[in-house]
């Protein structure tokens, strides 16, 4: 059944909210009695039921309109409409009973800041200088002092490195944001590849993605570049497409143009050609403003508000309550079969026999907790190995890049050139190795871009996979002599036809769902199979989101100024001209980019493989986080039962009783969980 609106959506976000405190509180009940039940899991899937809002995250160049568009789908004029690239900061939109702004800071702050600041933003940072800076609030009015580039003579990436802010928050009473919707407003993707970086960073937090063209320019090279490069590779596939200002094209013209964008933009979004919207933003802000009904009828947003409505509700709203039902009922049936069953089975035993079984069968239980060591160590050095590998293919594939950088700076097509004017020669001179650079940034990211969707992830898939069938017989082993342990002492017996990677997977599923590529693994596998999937393996699936995340650290930080210093002294004294000039300074900007590249090349490498194993070595601690709360959980029922010898008849069965009871508390629970997800499917 759909969910029919974001009211139904808050409802079963309660019932499930609910059920979790009542489950919590069994855990702290069994706790008191001495077990030690870890209920972190828990406490993550409740914090994030309650704080897991709906971010949409809105993309474009320059000039398409975005803030524009977000404003007519606030209906007020909620972000200023700048006429000069100047954003420096991401805007966040949400909810407020009180328009307000909150301006978040840099952690740490910038070495050196542009004393074009604020004096009340610096006057906030030196009141709290040596400690993380606590956000403050501002007047909505005085905004754009603080999130613009504080000196625009200056280049853009240096400006914007000397900016102390992070972020702003705006808090409007706007009904779309009340019902748990976030509007994220990104820098230009044209703007500055600074900014740029700031919204790769958003994109693996974000619940859809709204990518705005401007008509009739759509479907640009460096879009269709962004699109595949970033929005694709980080698992986005379901994308809404807007093409802004429709009403400036002819009508006559208008068929030919929705005709061609479907053509080029379907293709890019599961949502096919219902996910393209071809829309008239500022009328529709204007037709708000005025409420009038029968000219916001005309500009299609209200078509693509539906359509966004119903995605987030029955997609995104879905899979949410479905990454907190699908563990929930993971970690219930693991407490009821693996604990609260055996020890009930334990504390119904003679005490004379039961220190007998407890005493016969502890060599089992030594022996899973030396399996879990054989796993740790096997990990451990695994990820040695991953790191080197790693490392290896990034200094190969610097060699390929530097290889072809010659050919990439011969090929340019340059908009800038040299001059031998003296009078213009400076300014045409930062205007040429500008662009120069940029070209050359871009064109590295796009070719280590490639490299990374398919060699490395190819290589990382592949490591993950041995390692993963390395390491299932000695979890099975593991969980063999614990279930040993287990029915030895108290009889019960181990679940069935259940691998101990499925095992693993009930115990931490509640700890890594909810990622970046979460949604993306739940369309593919339909929900019912995410509780089966292989802890390891979907510790793999998330790493293979970070590999797309990170860019190389050299080649990211390679600017326009760390460049051009090398080349910059004695060019003004070359007296050629024109194109033997240009060409001789484009020589001396590649000779130095190159440079770069090789200075930094080791520690890139170094750097790159390291994050990339620290990322998936987490992902793998989980499964042996699992492994050790399984023996401690052991090891306190034995503690438990030992103090329950000291214990008379009539105090044994009133733990037997509450442990029975807590029994059917968790039926009950289960039952209430799996009515929501049944309404749901």
């Not at 993707?189 to 990518?211: C, H, M, P, S, W």
């Not at 509700?313 to 990454?323: D, I, P, S, T």
């Not at 069938?469 to 040993?484: P, S, T, V």
């Not at 931490?508 to 596998?525: C, F, K, R, W």
Request: glycine share 6%; with cysteine; charged share 30%.
């Amino acid at each position: 059944m759909p969910i029919i609106s974001y009211e139904d959506l808050k409802e079963k976000k309660g019932k499930i909210l609910h059920s979790l405190i009542d489950l919590a509180g069994i855990v702290d009940n069994l706790n008191g009695m001495g077990l030690a039940v870890n209920g972190s899991a828990l406490l993550d899937l409740k914090k994030k039921l309650e704080n897991d809002n709906f971010k949409v995250l809105v993309i474009g160049e320059f000039k398409n309109g975005k803030s524009t568009f977000i404003n007519s789908l606030m209906g007020e004029k909620v972000l200023p409409a700048y006429s000069t690239p100047c954003t420096a900061v991401i805007n966040e939109v949400i909810y407020g009973k009180e328009k307000r702004a909150m301006l978040y800071f840099k952690n740490p702050l910038p070495e050196e800041m542009s004393p074009d600041i604020q004096p009340s933003a610096m006057q906030h940072i030196k009141k709290h200088e040596g400690q993380d800076i606590p956000p403050i609030e501002l007047d909505v009015a005085d905004l754009v002092d603080y999130v613009a580039i504080p000196d625009p003579t200056k280049d853009q990436a240096d400006s914007i490195k000397e900016l102390p802010y992070s972020k702003v928050v705006l808090e409007y009473p706007i009904e779309l944001c009340h019902d748990g919707i976030e509007i994220i407003d990104s820098p230009g993707l044209n703007e500055n590849g600074t900014r740029t970086k700031v919204t790769e960073e958003y994109l693996n937090q974000a619940d859809a993605i709204l990518f705005v063209f401007r008509c009739p320019k759509i479907a640009g090279a460096s879009e269709m570049d962004y699109i595949t490069d970033q929005i694709h590779a980080r698992g986005h596939n379901d994308i809404f497409f807007i093409c802004n200002a429709i009403n400036q094209i002819p009508e006559d013209e208008q068929d030919r143009l929705i005709r061609f964008g479907n053509k080029k933009l379907a293709p890019l979004t599961t949502l096919g050609e219902s996910g393209i919207f071809y829309v008239d933003a500022l009328g529709a802000l204007k037709a708000k403003q005025a409420k009038d009904a029968y000219s916001l009828s005309h500009t299609g947003m209200p078509e693509f508000e539906d359509a966004l409505s119903e995605y987030l509700r029955n997609n995104k709203g879905k899979a949410k309550l479905m990454q907190i039902i699908v563990p929930g009922k993971s970690f219930i049936e693991a407490l009821r079969t693996q604990h609260i069953k055996s020890y009930i089975a334990s504390l119904d035993q003679d005490i004379v026999a039961l220190e007998k079984r407890i005493k016969d069968a502890m060599p089992k239980l030594d022996l899973a907790e030396k399996r879990k060591d054989v796993v740790v160590r096997k990990i451990d050095l695994a990820m040695q190995e991953l790191q080197k590998q790693i490392q290896d293919l990034m200094d190969f594939q610097y060699s390929v890049i530097i290889g072809k950088i010659p050919h990439a700076v011969d090929k340019m097509d340059l908009e800038n050139q040299m001059t031998a004017n003296p009078f213009k020669q400076k300014s045409k001179k930062e205007a040429l190795e500008k662009e120069v650079i940029s070209k050359l940034e871009q064109f590295v990211q796009k070719e280590m871009g490639t490299w990374i969707k398919t060699d490395l992830k190819e290589t990382i898939d592949a490591f993950v996979d041995k390692l993963e069938e390395d390491l299932g017989e000695d979890i099975d082993i593991f969980y063999e002599n614990l279930d040993e342990f287990r029915y030895e002492v108290s009889g019960v017996g181990k679940p069935k036809e259940i691998s101990g990677f499925e095992r693993v997977s009930a115990t931490i599923l509640g700890t890594i769902v909810g990622g970046p590529m979460y949604g993306a693994l739940g369309a593919s596998l339909g929900f019912g199979e995410i509780a089966k999937r292989s802890a390891i393996t979907l510790g793999a699936s998330f790493a293979a989101s970070a590999v797309l995340a990170f860019t190389p650290v050299g080649i990211a930080a390679i600017t326009t100024a760390a460049t051009v210093a090398v080349v910059g002294a004695g060019i003004l004294q070359l007296v050629t001209g024109g194109q033997a000039l240009t060409d001789k300074y484009k020589k001396q900007l590649k000779n130095s980019f190159i440079e770069k590249l090789k200075e930094s090349r080791e520690e890139d490498c170094k750097n790159y493989a390291l994050n990339i194993t620290k990322d998936v070595r987490e992902k793998f601690n989980l499964v042996n986080e699992a492994l050790d709360n399984e023996i401690k959980m052991e090891k306190s029922k034995v503690r438990a039962l030992e103090d329950d010898r000291d214990k008379n008849a009539v105090e044994r069965e009133r733990k037997l009783s509450s442990l029975k009871q807590w029994e059917k508390e968790l039926d009950s629970i289960e039952r209430a969980l799996t009515e929501v997800g049944d309404s749901i499917e």
